[in-house]
């Protein structure tokens, strides 16, 4: 009973093909991982939760920061770290991190190939 009622009040779907879609666009196709520091911006709110690291964060519509504005692209990582190093320029992405969303997602006709 306390699960549903959490589920219910706390959970948010983001099965919306808006944001499916707006991250394919924004995913930068350059494949080079830099360092990135969002920790100093007005638009994002800190994780309040007791325990967590200082540079955990969100933007303020509650939804984490879009995939061009992160330290990383890869969709394995944590999406509210704010303060991320992917290689400083020198590393070099494969693109799989971009392939593997787009064709599941095209598969499962939830975007237009």
Request: aromatic letters at 12%; glycine letters at 8%; hydrophobic letters at 30%.
């Amino acid at each position: 009973m306390f699960a549903k009622a959490s589920i219910d009040r706390y959970y948010k779907s983001s099965l919306d093909n808006r944001y499916m879609t707006e991250t394919l666009q924004r995913i930068p196709l350059d494949l080079i991982g830099y360092d990135m520091d969002n920790t100093h911006r007005l638009d994002i709110q800190l994780d309040p939760t007791p325990g967590q690291s200082a540079d955990m964060g969100w933007g303020n519509d509650t939804y984490a920061l879009p995939i061009d504005e992160r330290g990383h692209v890869r969709l394995d990582r944590d999406a509210t770290v704010l303060h991320d190093n992917e290689g400083n320029g020198y590393a070099e992405h494969e693109g799989t991190f971009y392939l593997l969303p787009y064709y599941l997602a095209a598969y499962h006709k939830l975007i237009e190939p």
